[in-house]
């Protein structure tokens, strides 16, 4: 471990949901997306998934979640430090979640660029079956305290 970058190769955090229609609807009504896919049950119906899906950029949000766990347990052992997330790359949605999926992401840093006070850190994330439903790779600056 290194003073700027507070966090070891294999370092992890996981988080699950269980994904509820008023996850789906709060999360549209916070960002104005309506997209019939996620809020209209009988445009779904007819689709390939008969069914309403949650946004992608909710799947994100969970992802900032599991990054967000493993910065709290940091910034509780080094005070001197503010992690802040400075992108994610990479994200993909490999299939769909729907309400009443358990959704699972794990959070684990794979990369260490000390000269810049980065990390690195692998996502995934997986449903109830097991399936891998998205990926992402997050990038975290650690900024010192003046």
């Given at each position: 471990?290194n003073q700027?970058?507070?966090?070891?190769?294999?370092?992890?955090?996981?988080?699950?949901?269980?994904?509820?229609?008023?996850?789906?609807?709060?999360?549209?009504?916070?960002?104005?997306?309506?997209?019939?896919?996620?809020?209209?049950?009988?445009f779904m119906?007819?689709?390939?998934?008969?069914?309403?899906?949650?946004?992608?950029?909710?799947?994100?949000?969970?992802?900032?979640?599991?990054?967000?766990?493993?910065?709290?347990?940091?910034?509780?052992?080094?005070?001197?430090?503010?992690?802040?997330?400075?992108?994610?790359?990479?994200?993909?949605?490999?299939?769909?979640?729907?309400?009443?999926?358990?959704?699972?992401?794990?959070?684990?840093?794979?990369?260490?660029?000390?000269?810049?006070?980065?990390?690195?850190?692998?996502?995934?994330?997986?449903?109830?079956?097991?399936?891998?439903?998205?990926?992402?790779?997050?990038?975290?600056?650690?900024?010192?305290?003046?």
């Open positions: 471990m700027s970058v507070p966090v070891r190769l294999g370092d992890t955090s996981k988080f699950e949901k269980t994904i509820s229609e008023g996850d789906i609807y709060g999360f549209a009504g916070i960002t104005g997306d309506f997209a019939p896919p996620h809020v209209n049950e009988e119906k007819s689709s390939k998934f008969g069914q309403r899906v949650a946004h992608g950029a909710l799947l994100v949000g969970f992802m900032s979640t599991a990054s967000a766990l493993l910065a709290t347990r940091v910034i509780e052992l080094s005070p001197g430090l503010t992690p802040m997330s400075i992108g994610y790359d990479r994200v993909r949605f490999i299939a769909p979640v729907m309400i009443g999926d358990t959704i699972s992401i794990s959070y684990e840093i794979t990369e260490i660029d000390a000269p810049r006070s980065r990390s690195k850190a692998n996502l995934l994330a997986t449903n109830q079956k097991g399936d891998i439903i998205g990926s992402a790779q997050h990038i975290m600056k650690w900024l010192a305290n003046p």
